[in-house]
């Protein structure tokens, strides 16, 4: 079974950039899709960006432009690329993975961007 841990989270200033990363236990072979989902307070968890297998991307048009998902096979991560950042990106940010297995997700990494 996958494992996924992620980090990279923070405080940071509006305009600021934070790299978000989402370590897996095993490779991805297996794996439909990764994707990064947030959650703010009183809020539900809705989809920021998604990576399938195949290299499609999609993204929540409240970050297209600023934030940018990729993977790195060899290391068995999925990173998210976080530019301008405003007040409303901050939430709970997590990792999921989309598996022959099922769906998996990580505990989550807090990002906070300050006005």
């Known amino acids: 079974q996958v494992q996924l841990v992620e980090s990279g989270g923070g405080l940071v200033q509006a305009g600021g950039s934070l790299r978000l990363s989402c370590a897996a236990s095993?490779?991805?072979?297996?794996?439909?899709?990764m994707s990064w989902y947030r959650q703010a307070p009183g809020k539900q968890r809705e989809l920021v960006a998604r990576?399938?297998?195949?290299?499609?991307?999609n993204y929540a048009d409240s970050v297209k432009g600023r934030f940018t998902i990729s993977r790195d096979n060899v290391k068995n991560t999925v990173c998210l690329q976080m530019n301008l950042l405003k007040p409303e990106d901050t939430a709970v940010y997590y990792c999921n993975a989309d598996t022959t297995g099922g769906v998996l997700w990580g505990q989550g990494t807090l990002v906070t961007v300050s006005s």
């Open positions: 990576l399938t297998s195949g290299g499609n991307t």
């Open positions: 095993r490779s991805f072979f297996g794996i439909n899709a």
